[in-house]
């Protein structure tokens, strides 16, 4: 396989996978805005943090078990998958609960 072709075909599978991860965050917030206040906000972007970790998790999984990939390759990817929309939630919760 060519290995350029490979890697974009990768770099579209990270994308989709972020929005993805933002989008779960939106639903989240917008749950918490359903039920009233901010600290229903708060505990919103806390609840997408575990959830989100599950999800970043399976992806890894589905990296190593069915695309054959290593953990450690796959590894960095977890961690920025993870990292990427997990800091604005952890700033929104830290926001949202001083209130």
Same mark, same amino acid.
């Given at each position: ?48 943090? %575990?959830?989100? $970790?599950?999800?970043? +998790? =399976?992806?890894? /999984?589905?990296?190593? *078990? ?9 590894? %960095?990817?977890? $961690?920025?998958?993870? +990292? =990427?929309?997990? /800091?604005?939630?952890? *700033? ?8």
């Amino acid at each position: 396989m060519n290995h350029a072709v490979s890697r974009r075909g990768s770099s579209m599978h990270t994308i989709m996978i972020l929005v993805g991860g933002f989008l779960l965050l939106a639903l989240c917030l917008l749950v918490g805005r359903m039920q009233g206040r901010r600290p229903a906000l708060a505990r919103a972007a806390l609840v997408f943090i %575990p959830l989100w $970790l599950i999800g970043a +998790a =399976i992806n890894m /999984a589905v990296g190593v *078990l069915q695309a054959g990939y290593s953990v450690a390759e796959e590894l %960095p990817i977890f $961690l920025a998958i993870f +990292a =990427i929309p997990t /800091a604005p939630a952890a *700033l929104l919760w830290w926001r949202f609960k001083r209130s």
